[in-house]
Structures are given as C-alpha cells and as structure tokens.
T-cell receptor
Framework: GAVVSQHPSRVICKSGTSVKIECRSL??????MFWYRQFPKQSLMLMAT?????????EQGVEKDKFLINHASLTLSTLTVTSAHPEDSSFYIC???????????FGPGTRLTVT | AQSVTQLDSQVPVFEEAPVELRCNYS??????LFWYVQYPNQGLQLLLK??????LVKGINGFEAEFNKSQTSFHLRKPSVHISDTAEYFC????????????FGRGTSLIVHP
C-alpha cells in the first residue's frame, strides 16, 4: 500500500511556542489530506480536511487560527500548532486520500507534549 | 448522517481462539466500510474494506469481515488469534460519492492472552 510519513514522530515543546508537523505522501499525489487528533484510549477526531491549493476545511469546534494547515503541494500538508498549551498535548495523525481506491493511508502519528 | 457503533470497548481472548469484533453502522445511503488496526503509538493500518460486490471480505493477517445490509453490520473475525494481534481495532464508514471522510467507531481493544 501507499506510504505516508509524518515528521517529527515525537516533539516536546514549551507552552507558548509553535510546533509544525509535516505529513507527506511518498508514492502518490494526494489532493486531499486529513488531520486527526487522538486522545488516549479514544477514537480519532477529525480536525480538518486539507485540500491542495485551497484553504483547509475545519470541523466544528476546531480553532483555525490555532491549528494552521497548509497544503502547498500534492505530497505535503503541514499542521502548525500555534501558541501551544499543555491541553494541546495529544497524538496527531494525518492521512492521505487516494480517490481512486477510496482508501485513506495513515501516517504513523506525531506525539506532541507541551510542558 | 452516518454513524458507527462498536459495542465492545475491550475483548479479551486466549491465543489461538477465534474472535469476533462487532461493528454496526447507520446511514441513509449506501456505504463503504473499513476496518483499521492501530498498534501502540502508531498510525492506522487498513485491514480490509468493503466497497461493493461479495459481502465476505478477506483482509490482511488472516482477518475477514462480512457485510450484512439487513443487520447493518460489518463484524470482523479471525479464526485463530496470535499474541501479535493485540491492538486497537477501528471500524469506519463513508459514503460513496461524498466527501470521502470516514466516520470512525470508538474502537475495540483486542487483548490476546497466552
């Protein structure tokens, strides 16, 4: 199957700083990528849909000014957590959609810890 | 709107025993159905999917699932589990021709004991 990478896999940052997470589709072009957040022992919560060349579509309750998403190319989407706070600590997972197979390919996730 | 219910939050089972993880969905239209596995601190990996055709779908690692439209179910089964199958399993549904955004169930933790 297709491969999606995320970088970094783990990051620890201080409260008030910003953190950027990259999501890359390595062997296919993804016009659509998704960003999820997962709390311990819980399911994935969709944060936003990232569309190449256009603004991201955010789910209700997700602050677009806090979670900045950029999908500048067909293989790269970035999520920037701005002015991070301890409550932003979580596991962030991206996925890339293959419209041909209707399948999402998930990245390995990024563990963010805000101290 | 679509929704997914995974009734069991945790399923303990002994090694080499069979297992069934239950998934029920609700949708007003036809659906695509998926099962994903998540190992600790990792992303999700697709086990199998139903898009159309045969209602019995075989996936990786010896798993299979059967789409039952009348019961709106898509239960996951494996005839003999291994310790390495211990993981979190998520059922998901999406609508053909829609936004492709799947709705995930809350997950079932499969715990295989030796």
């Amino acid at each position: 199957g297709a491969v999606v990478s995320q970088h970094p896999s783990r990051v620890i940052c201080k409260s008030g700083t910003s953190v950027k997470i990259e999501c890359r589709s390595l062997d296919f072009q993804a016009t659509t990528m998704f960003w999820y957040r997962q709390f311990p022992k819980q399911s994935l919560m969709l944060m936003a849909t990232s569309n190449e060349g256009s603004k991201a579509t955010y789910e209700q309750g997700v602050e677009k000014d806090k979670f900045l998403i950029n999908h500048a190319s067909l293989t790269l989407s970035t999520l920037t957590v701005t002015s991070a706070h301890p409550e932003d600590s979580s596991f962030y997972i991206c996925s890339a959609l293959d419209r041909g197979t209707h399948e999402q390919y998930f990245g390995p996730g990024t563990r963010l810890t805000v101290t | 709107a679509q929704s997914v219910t995974q009734l069991d939050s945790q399923v303990p089972v002994f090694e080499e025993a069979p297992v069934e993880l239950r998934c029920n969905y609700s949708s007003s239209v036809s659906v695509y159905l998926f099962w994903y596995v998540q190992y600790p601190n990792q992303g999700l990996q697709l086990l199998l999917k139903y898009l159309s055709g045969s209602t019995l779908v075989k996936g990786i690692n010896g798993f299979e699932a059967e789409f039952n439209k009348s019961q709106t179910s898509f239960h996951l089964r494996k005839p003999s589990v291994h310790i390495s199958d211990t993981a979190e399993y998520f059922c998901a549904v999406s609508e053909p021709g829609g936004s492709y955004i799947p709705t995930f169930g809350r997950g079932t933790s499969l715990i295989v004991h030796p």
